[in-house]
């Protein structure tokens, strides 16, 4: 048995996705790309990992990939993820494709530009540092918007979510990064020319939920997933199955 911690981020480039009529995927595999950072993530109202007393954790921090199948038609999916809840874990599991809502309209705005502004930052980096770099970025500025109480004045500085400054290889560039990206929030909107959609847990119930963000693409073209609702970044492997805890 091997334990890891990660932390899910996750811009990507998704190979295929879940058909309209299916609408459901089942994952099977879950992986980094382009790898993981480490870092400490503070929530102190706790909770963390669905523990109610952890309000801290040393986590891997970057994009996630997912690999699976449509659950209809059986055809092979790949696609990149962010987490964007940090109470539940990351597994293996089948899920309904849904749409996308955080029962918060300014946080999902929020969401949109952060994701359609960087959209292309991952894969111009000219480094496999620097694009961990960014992934990590993306993924603490995810989870800043969403954890945070409030819809603006971002700090992982501060407030109920915090992001450590000494712990790990994230509490560096990846982090200065994040907290530029949420300090552009005020001048940034939306762009167009992008989807937005999620995947929620169907089996099992306390699995994460994703967000997909996906270019309104050439058909057969899906791009940019963000895995949210739970996935709390830890990836515990028991046998067969992989559980990722998302913080």
Known sequence: MTTGRYLAAGLLAAT???????????????????????????YTPGGIGGNAGTTSADLSIGRMKFTGFDTATAAALAFNTYCIDIFNYVQNGTFDLQTFTLGNAV????????????AGLIGGAATLGGKKDISAAIQLAVWEIVNESGNNGYSLSGGLFQV???????ATNARALAQGYLNSLGGWSAQPGFNFSMLSAVSPANNQRQILFAPVPEPGTWAL???GFGAVGGA???RTRTRLAYA
């Open 107 to 118: 946080k999902e705005e929020q969401l949109k530009a952060l994701l359609s502004n960087t």
């Open 236 to 238: 515990m492997r028991r």
């Open 16 to 42: 295929a996705l879940p058909s309209a009529a299916s609408a459901g995927v089942t994952v099977t595999g879950v992986s980094g790309d382009p790898g993981f950072l480490t870092g400490r993530i503070i």
């Open 164 to 170: 450590s400054a000494t712990h790990g290889s994230a």
């Open 225 to 227: 997933l963000i895995a």
